[in-house]
């Protein structure tokens, strides 16, 4: 079964400091890896994804994150933090196995709230 | 234009009655997926249909049950809401089924049960 595990469930930052957010995952297939924002009383936004093409993946808002198999991780970061990224982050994995019950679901890891302080 | 909509954003209701949640999509999308986020945001999901066709049905109590009328709309009827079903319920949809598809998320309906 799938997994993933996002280490510190809160993160604080001041305005331009570097954001690190930590997610690792278990899977015994090669993984399809995404990460989500959720702003205050809204739905959940698509921040970037790996499918197995580079491992470095650059998303929007100047978010990237970096797939690394041999420690199973999938950090995501941003040079320089704005007040506009506080939200709740969250990483998720999509399920594989053509055919199998688990087959295109995501399974996601228990959330990251980020607060940015001036 | 709304790609993921739901109806209602907001529902508070007495323990024991029933309702329904209402999700369309616009983008033409053949997948679609209702997630359950609790009070601690963990988000799980519950059913999942493509082509209206049932695909992924979590340990769900049958209580809710999903009907996909067409590929555009999925909805969620739950009977006999108890206490614990209040919680943040989100439609997505996706292209396609296949984990390396992306999830358009609805903006949620948020559940109270009294």
């Known amino acids: 079964a799938q997994s993933v595990t996002q280490l510190g469930s809160h993160v604080s930052v001041s305005e331009g400091a570097l954001v690190l957010l930590r997610c690792n995952y278990s899977?015994?297939?090669?993984?399809?890896l995404f990460w989500y924002v959720q702003y205050p009383n809204q739905g959940l936004q698509l921040l970037l994804k790996?499918?197995?093409?580079?491992?470095l993946v650059k998303g929007i808002n100047g978010f990237e994150a970096e797939f690394k198999k041999s420690e199973t991780s999938f950090h995501l970061t941003k040079p320089s933090a704005h007040m506009s990224d506080a939200a709740e982050y969250f990483c998720?994995?999509?399920?594989?196995?053509?055919?199998?019950?688990?087959?295109?679901?995501?399974?996601f890891g228990q959330g990251t709230i980020l607060t940015v302080h001036p | 234009d709304t790609a993921v909509s739901q109806t209602p954003k907001y529902l508070v209701t007495q323990m024991g009655n029933d309702k329904s949640i209402k999700c369309e999509q616009n983008l033409g999308h053949d997948t679609m997926y209702w997630y359950k986020q609790d009070s601690k945001k963990f988000l799980k999901i519950m059913f999942s249909?493509?082509?209206?066709?049932?695909?992924i049905n979590e340990t769900v109590p049958n209580r809710f049950s999903p009907k996909s009328p067409d590929k555009a709309h999925l909805n969620l009827h739950i009977n006999s809401l108890e206490l614990g079903d209040s919680a943040v319920y989100f439609c997505a949809s996706s292209r396609k089924r296949g984990g390396a598809e992306t999830q358009y998320f609805g903006p949620g309906t948020r559940l109270l049960v009294l």
């Open positions: 790996y499918t197995s093409a580079a491992t």
């Open positions: 899977s015994s297939v090669p993984p399809y």
């Open positions: 249909y493509n082509n209206k066709e049932l695909i």
């Open positions: 998720a994995v999509g399920g594989e196995g053509a055919g199998g019950t688990s087959y295109g679901k995501l399974t």
